[in-house]
């Protein structure tokens, strides 16, 4: 299904849909990673910002994944109910098992989808500045032992793999 958000094929419930994020709030969230987001992503986050996706099974390694909420990224997290889905809060909680180098400036995996399960669809910037899209494995992950397993080139190709 085309929608609004930058061509992709995706539906979010629409009251699940948080206010979007300022410009100032994904530039800081950007400057403190050390990342530049992907224009597909700020696009995504702006119309999506943590939505609940109708549109939220894809298949890896013939194994059903489940996306149950997209994060968020909100100007006060302690304020909000949702505070827990922020994106800056959950790299906060994650911190070093979601790298293997204890002297990274920044981030290398940046969570922005909650699955079922507890592990998270994340925005890969291990091998190039231009993210791939990876799953990260909560249970296999200890600190400095990140377990990935990449499942798309990029954002859009992620969300052309979601179906309900």
């Known amino acids: 299904m085309e929608d609004d958000n930058g061509g992709m094929k995706m539906e979010i419930i629409q009251n699940s849909i948080l206010n979007p994020p300022s410009d100032e709030r994904i530039i800081k969230i950007e400057n403190y990673s050390h990342v530049k987001f992907p224009t ?38 302690k304020e909000s109910e949702l505070g827990d889905y922020d994106i800056s809060v959950v790299l906060t909680q994650l911190d070093e098992r979601l790298t293997d180098n204890g002297e990274l400036i920044g981030d290398e995996l940046i ?54």
């Open 40 to 77: 597909a992503f700020i696009e995504f986050i702006k119309k999506s910002n943590g939505g609940i996706p109708v549109t939220n099974k894809f298949i890896l390694s013939q194994n059903e994944c489940v996306v149950e909420r997209f994060l968020c990224i909100l100007d006060n997290p």
């Open 111 to 164: 969570p922005f989808g909650a699955l079922f399960g507890g592990d998270f669809v994340c925005l890969d910037y291990t091998v190039s500045q231009e993210p791939t899209i990876c799953i990260w494995y909560h249970e296999e992950s200890e600190e400095l032992a990140p377990v990935i397993e990449k499942i798309a080139d990029n954002i859009n190709e992620f969300f052309e793999m979601l179906s309900e």
